[in-house]
């Protein structure tokens, strides 16, 4: 389990997209604890049970829906500034580990292709890589139009040069 996750040895393209798919995989934890958090501060504004599948109970809590989503839409800055406020310790420390996982093992995927590809270079193309992905999200973030569609048409290209480019290695130990 622990060669999985370390950042030695290298892999395949095939290897690599099957690792590249097991990463997001390993996102649902972090789905699950954002659908569980979005649906308990939202269950908190309510005054109504949600264990009684009467009629009445259901038409109750589709005009709270209704009538919530007004004022979401009325005052969305009180609504956001409320939720991320219901965050407690264990809800950050629960996030936090849901997220680091799949990055830990996404990075590591990555270095271990690249180690394949560029292995006399790969800490310096490695860091190149890492650099290029933060900026690059950063721009996709914050612009539209033909710049964002350039640089993800650069990402992917990196990502298909990764999956189908020929190593130099016979056999990957990762």
């Not at 996102?27 to 109504?48: C, D, H, Q, R, V």
Request: net charge negative; charged share 15%.
């Amino acid at each position: 389990m622990k060669k999985f996750f370390s950042f030695s040895g290298t892999i395949s393209g095939k290897i690599f997209f099957l690792r590249t798919l097991f990463t997001i995989v390993l996102t649902i934890p972090l789905i699950i604890a954002a659908i569980s958090k979005w649906t308990a501060y939202f269950m908190s504004l309510g005054e109504f049970d949600i264990s009684d599948p009467s009629v009445e109970n259901q038409m109750e809590i589709q005009r709270f829906g209704d009538e919530l989503a007004m004022k979401i839409v009325e005052n969305p800055e009180f609504y956001l500034n409320d939720f991320l406020s219901s965050f407690s310790f264990i809800w950050i420390l629960l996030f936090i580990v849901c997220v680091l996982l799949p990055i830990w093992f996404g990075l590591a995927t990555y270095y271990k292709r690249i180690s394949a590809l560029f292995y006399e270079q790969r800490n310096g193309v490695f860091l190149a890589f890492v650099l290029f992905e933060v900026v690059s999200d950063y721009i996709v973030f914050n612009s539209s139009g033909i710049v964002n569609t350039l640089v993800t048409f650069l990402g992917l290209l990196i990502f298909v040069f990764l999956v189908f480019y020929s190593s130099k290695f016979e056999t990957h130990e990762g």
